[in-house]
């Protein structure tokens, strides 16, 4: 079987948790059934690290160069150019199957697999209204309703898909992501000293797009950090730096060395952090799955979270959970999860909570999907002859 992937995500992503998704399953695809062929098609110079040391077959598809001048007038000719050759490479690809990273639906006659990661714009429209969005929002519906399968990272995630475009139950699978980072990431003698610091608790992801609620944590917390709850501040992983701006609207709500930023964090230093936190917080409105969330958990970490989409669904009863729009309610779910600590029994049942989801499990998923529509394919091409 030969499997064609756009991979747009890496050419934008560079270790972001979509790029990464894929890295976990080609590798285990290639493992299940070494005869399977997996190609990249790629406009751009790929950015992504996973690409880097990849057995994946890199095909560049032919581009005009956009760096000619005068730019007013080669940049949009360049566009119109580069369309029209990336449709005419596309109608010559021969594969069985056509998988995209994020939405895209290039001319190829093939069947097609489309992998939905939530459907945050479609739930929050008010929050997302640029012209980007909206066009993302258009991608994707064309996407799901041509694809042979549609498969969603929880179960959440099917029903919003179901209920917000019209596809079929049948059309449909769940496949679960699992933890990048847990208890049995190594850890090394930088990571031990560095996070070798007074209490605290943890954020990890983006803290920029509004679903992710991160001035309602920091509202909430600047109510409840007391020199009487054993913690001194909250510490941010994430990749985005903040700017002038961001610090100065967060003083307004949380004593500025309250507050901590990392932005250069391997997978050992964050499995640290999450086995040396307090406890983990997490306040999104909406999470097509909640990665952070299992990781926390398969560290041990009490974790207190929202109890909204699919947080739920995959935190189970090992949680804290709070209405993430009452700063009450945070309060009392943090001061549970503080009281409750990281006891064995909690330990167990965290860690067992996480068991539930497994790369190997859902690359199996996705073989017998691709297998599947591949077959099914076949058979119709048999008819027509």
């Not at 459907?119 to 929050?124: C, F, K, L, S």
């Not at 996480?354 to 529509?373: G, H, I, Q, R, Y």
Request: glycine letters at 4%.
């Amino acid at each position: 079987m030969k499997l064609i992937i756009d991979g747009d995500v890496f050419a934008w992503q560079k270790k972001g948790g979509i790029s990464r998704f894929f890295d976990e399953i080609f590798a285990r695809l290639i493992r299940l059934d070494p005869e399977i062929k997996i190609d990249i098609a790629i406009s751009r110079t790929p950015v992504s690290d996973f690409l880097k040391n990849s057995p994946l077959n890199i095909r560049r598809i032919p581009q005009v160069s956009g760096s000619f001048r005068p730019w007013r007038f080669w940049n949009p000719f360049c566009r119109v150019v580069n369309h029209v050759i990336a449709n005419s490479w596309w109608r010559h690809v021969r594969a069985d199957v056509f998988m995209s990273t994020y939405y895209t639906t290039p001319p190829v006659g093939l069947p097609s697999v489309c992998v939905v990661y939530d459907m945050i714009m479609e739930r929050y429209p008010e929050l997302f209204t640029d012209d980007g969005a909206k066009k993302l929002v258009w991608q994707k519906r064309q996407a799901i309703k041509q694809a042979e399968r549609v498969l969603c990272i929880s179960e959440n995630t099917q029903k919003d898909v179901i209920e917000l475009t019209g596809v079929s139950r049948a059309k449909c699978l769940v496949v679960y992501p699992a933890p990048f980072v847990t208890s049995q990431s190594r850890v090394d003698a930088e990571s031990v000293a560095e996070t070798n610091r007074e209490p605290f608790l943890l954020y990890v992801g983006d803290y920029h797009t509004p679903h992710k609620n991160f001035s309602f944590l920091l509202k909430s917390l600047g109510s409840v950090l007391t020199n009487e709850l054993p913690f001194k501040r909250l510490i941010v992983v994430s990749p985005v730096e903040p700017t002038s701006s961001d610090l100065k609207s967060f003083a307004g709500l949380i004593r500025p060395e309250r507050l901590e930023f990392i932005t250069d964090c391997d997978d050992r230093k964050l499995m640290f952090f999450y086995k040396t936190c307090t406890a983990f917080v997490y306040p999104s409105l909406y999470e097509g799955f909640g990665i952070p969330v299992v990781e926390a958990l398969s560290c041990g970490a009490p974790v207190v979270c929202s109890n909204t989409s699919s947080l739920p669904e995959v935190g189970g009863d090992a949680v804290y959970y709070f209405n993430p729009t009452s700063v009450d309610d945070f309060a009392v779910a943090l001061k549970k999860a503080l009281s409750d600590g990281r006891t064995p029994e909690k330990l167990l049942q965290r860690i067992g909570q996480t068991e539930k989801f497994s790369w190997d499990k859902t690359a199996l998923v996705f073989l017998e999907v691709l297998e599947n529509v591949t077959t099914m394919h076949t058979e119709n091409l048999n008819r027509k002859i």
